[in-house]
């Protein structure tokens, strides 16, 4: 059974820095794609970034050359770092995988980041 357990949330000023942590239980952590999304009040779920079992690193246009998602298998844990934060990063992020034999989908609990001054 896997579990996914996000930390790293908290209120940082536009302009600096966040990251965000998903500690994975279970195994075979290095053969699971893992993947952070975020939600904003009344918005929908969206995908933020995603790395592959290789490490190839996949970003959604809004958060391009500030956001680095990136994981260590020894540790069993990927990592959001986020930089050059705006207003508009506010939101819940949740960390999501899926079992890559059967597809099943797992969802952290959320950590909140919020950006104000």
């Known amino acids: 059974q896997v579990q996914l357990v996000e930390s790293g949330g908290g209120v940082v000023q536009p302009g600096g820095s966040l990251r965000l942590s998903c500690a994975f239980s279970g195994s075979l952590f290095s053969m699971y794609v893992m993947s952070w999304y975020r939600q904003a009040p009344g918005k929908q779920r969206d995908l933020v970034a995603s790395i592959s079992t290789g490490g190839t690193t996949d970003y959604a246009d809004s958060v391009k050359g500030r956001f680095t998602i990136s994981r260590d298998n020894g540790k069993k844990t990927v990592y959001l770092q986020m930089n050059s934060v705006r207003t508009e990063d506010t939101a819940v992020y949740y960390c999501?995988?899926?079992?890559?034999?059967?597809?099943?989908?797992?969802w952290g609990q959320g950590t909140q980041a919020t950006v104000s001054s």
């Open positions: 999501r995988t899926s079992n890559p034999l059967n597809g099943y989908v797992y």
